[in-house]
């Protein structure tokens, strides 16, 4: 920075920043639990409200379809919840860097459909091993980022308008390499086995404890790191709380995958943790890492809270925004990918339809703000889990699919009044 002060969210800066960059709202001085309870209280009433609404929709959901239909919480249908929300979480995971910026990719979608399409043709027409068809599909989608990214930050076209054209515009990739009325099989025993195999139970628990072991380890090094420095860190027993919490969700969901769920358990063995939940994970993993520990994330939020405040701190924005879209469709391929193995095949149609509208609702459902600056890659995780559950509870219930539409765009509205109402109070709170 030119004079020596790091940007904040929301286009403030400070003399003091944070070990965490400014965005950890949690890193903050607290005697006791009670205290930053009352803390969190606050935060609350100031606007911050971040997934709280989508968690509390998220268990209203889960108790109404559970008391209505006895299969809702079988092991069986937790499993194809899993995979079924995974390419909506991923394809949500990267918007929410566009929407941090206040912007939309409005062809996200076809893009990770297009992506799709030539992974499939590498696999199927040039005998490509699947690593090098998957680095080719992703590396199409990072290209179409840096075209959008390129239009809008330095033509200075707004991105609705950029990202409308590509919308139709990439359309045309499967239909002509696929044609109309066709469609090319996803067959890769490997890639196709991310929807349809599992983790060994022995693996998949191993890894839970890894996950819990290290998190257990980073908070505890990182508490005592901040307290014998004397900087502002959690109380202990928030500490050990949080832990506690993890280790319960982790190893909750690992016992329950790892239960044999098939419908004739004595006939045959479904067990373990479907392969696309590793995926998700450690997308999460690496793009939390991004925003909160890199100074790229740090860039990000304050040119989504004040592009120019954030310029004349001395930040690239036009770097800034050209990344992001980027990033954004480059997730869109791994997305595609996600939905080719989900469905067994690309077709002209993949990517399109309400995958893009799903996505987006999935990470303002999440916490992430349509007026740039607020947002987390968990977002797109609670989210897409919201918008996953309400098809596959009206599903289990027959309900007819106009149904699933109203009740989703129902809690897309209700998820935006949201969002509006806490950027309101956060403005008259000063944040």
Not at 122 to 134: F, R
Not at 155 to 166: D, E, K, M
């Amino acid at each position: 920075m030119t004079d020596g002060t790091d940007v904040q969210p929301h286009g403030r800066s400070t003399t003091a920043p944070s070990t965490t960059g400014g965005f950890d709202h949690d890193n903050r001085q607290a005697a006791s639990i009670g205290d930053s309870a009352r803390d969190y209280v606050n935060r609350l009433r100031g606007g911050d409200m971040g997934s709280l609404p989508a968690i509390l929709g998220l268990i209203v959901l889960f108790i109404v379809f559970s008391s209505l239909h006895d299969r809702f919480l079988t092991t069986y249908n937790m499993a194809n919840l899993v995979i079924q929300s995974a390419y909506i979480i991923v394809l949500a995971m990267g918007l929410v860097f566009v929407l941090l910026l206040g912007e939309i990719d409005l062809s996200a979608g076809v893009s990770g459909g297009a992506s799709a399409t030539i992974i499939a043709l590498m696999l199927i027409d040039y005998d490509w091993t699947w690593w090098l068809a998957v680095l080719a599909g992703i590396a199409s989608g990072a290209v179409i980022g840096l075209a959008i990214g390129a239009l809008v930050s330095y033509l200075g076209i707004p991105s609705f308008v950029v990202t409308l054209a590509f919308f139709l515009a990439l359309q045309a990739v499967p239909l002509r390499l696929i044609g109309s009325g066709g469609s090319l099989r996803f067959n890769d025993p490997v890639l196709r086995g991310l929807s349809i195999k599992n983790v060994p139970v022995t693996a998949g628990w191993i890894a839970a404890a890894l996950i819990v072991v290290g998190f257990a380890a980073l908070s505890l090094w990182r508490y005592r790191s901040l307290s014998a420095r004397g900087l502002v860190h959690q109380p202990l027993g928030l500490v050990i709380l949080k832990v506690a919490v993890l280790a319960a969700v982790v190893l909750g969901l690992t016992a329950l995958l790892s239960a044999n769920r098939a419908p004739n358990p004595e006939l045959f063995d479904i067990s373990g943790v479907p392969w696309v939940l590793p995926v998700v994970i450690a997308l999460l993993l690496f793009w939390t890492f991004v925003l909160t520990k890199t100074r790229f994330g740090r860039h990000l939020y304050a040119v989504g809270g004040n592009a120019e405040a954030a310029r004349r701190a001395g930040i690239n924005v036009r770097r800034v925004k050209v990344a992001a879209f980027m990033i954004c469709s480059s997730m869109a391929a791994i997305s595609g990918l996600l939905l080719a193995s989900f469905v067994g095949k690309v077709s002209p149609g993949s990517g399109g339809g309400n995958v893009l509208l799903y996505a987006v609702a999935a990470a303002v459902i999440g916490g992430t703000s349509l007026f740039g600056g607020r947002g987390r890659a968990i977002d797109a995780v609670v989210g897409g889990f919201v918008i996953a559950t309400i098809p596959n509870g009206l599903g289990l219930l027959n309900q007819a699919s106009y149904i699933n539409y109203m009740v989703t765009g129902a809690v897309l509205l209700l998820a935006a009044s949201v969002d509006a109402i806490s950027r309101r109070r956060r403005s008259a709170a000063g944040v």
